[in-house]
């Protein structure tokens, strides 16, 4: 076992790689995915144009163009902050005791896939935790999702959000948790292959396209807990307002990712992007910011649920980014005696694979760098569970 090569053992890693597709991965395959950036180090900024709008110019006859159309592109920033690697061990005796056994590829098999399946967890897991960033939130008409009232309301006042926010001709992702996954194939509608279209949900339980969006489940999603409100009131808020603040709540403790219901605004929830406490807390709605012009400070804020959702999402996928690469090395290389790059074919992601002889042992390591972030709120948005 310790005499084999990384090219040797190259199938058993993709047979690895195989095991830990079956496992519910949905951000991954969904989000926009850049490997480019191989020169940015850990922690370094990695910048990406912002292009304006354009604004229309009336037409008119005139000796020469006017003069207009000038554009100053503004800029946003990301990082690579995730440097983790999945190690692997074996010495001497127990790659001797595993080939006698007739079992040792196996165990490698499955070692490895315990380490992919670590790393598409953490990525996994951290573009989970973007609902924060949303600009809008839904929830079902019903007493579930998906059931016989709401049956697919929820998903059109999905994309009726980012269509109003000219998420136009996007690829619209949907991403599910194990629940809300459980809930749409449980919907009677979707098992009538004559209303759907197809057998395939009835027959192996597959989910391809609804409402326009592609649909993914996650294992990550996970319940968010809201803060406390305590008579909390909005001050003046003019129409596309991303800040605001709060007045008489003292005892207040609103959360990023809260679904904030705003009085005389019946057609929108909002998500905070901001921890505040107390009366003057200053809140942060994620663009493109209030639908609705507030004014005398008189209008409250309340929770949309009253103590804790489990936050779905929807977006286009270049409203999300993720960019990975593989660990930098030292000029010249470190003592790995071996290295490849494998890619899983379900999710796009690459991993390097390094080799290490050691005193009477060999380590591989399992690598990726990675870095995550909403570049564009107005394409996502939450269906509340």
Known sequence: MADNTLT??????????????KKMVGFI????????????AVGETIRYPIVPDITL????????????GEATIS???????????????INGEEAKGLANSGVGANIMRDRFAKAIRALVDAIEADLATQYIYASRAVKS?????????????????????????????????????????????SAEFLFKVNEA??????????????MEFDIHESAQISAHTNGTYANAVCTDIALGDTAMTTTGAVAASIKAGDLLKIANDVNNVYVSQLVGTGAGTSLTLNAPGSR???????????????????????????????????????????SAVDSTMITDPLTGLSFEVRKYNEHRRVKYEVCCVWGWKTVKPEFVAILAE
């Open 8 to 21: 040797g053992l190259i199938p058993t890693i993709y047979e690895a790689m195989d095991i830990v597709a």
């Open 141 to 185: 008409t019903g007493l579930y999702l998906f059931d016989s009232t709401d049956k697919l309301s929820s998903l059109a006042q999905l994309r009726r959000i980012l269509m109003d926010n000219g998420a136009q001709g996007e690829e619209l992702q949907l991403v599910l948790g194990s629940s809300a996954g459980a809930l749409l194939r």
């Open 197 to 210: 279209g197809s057998a395939d949900l009835l027959r192996n339980g597959a989910i391809a396209r609804l």
């Open 75 to 89: 800029y946003a920033d990301m990082t690579l902050s995730k440097d983790y690697y999945a190690p692997i061990q």
């Open 57 to 68: 110019a009336a037409g008119s006859a005139s000796l020469y163009p006017v003069e207009n």
């Open 292 to 334: 609705v012009v507030h004014t005398g400070a008189t209008d409250a804020i309340t929770p949309l649920i009253a103590t804790s959702y489990t936050p779905n999402m929807a977006f286009a996928r270049n409203a999300i980014h993720l960019c990975t690469r593989a660990p930098a090395m030292p000029d010249g290389g470190d």
């Open 29 to 40: 395959p969904a989000v926009y995915k850049n490997s480019s950036v191989a020169r940015a």
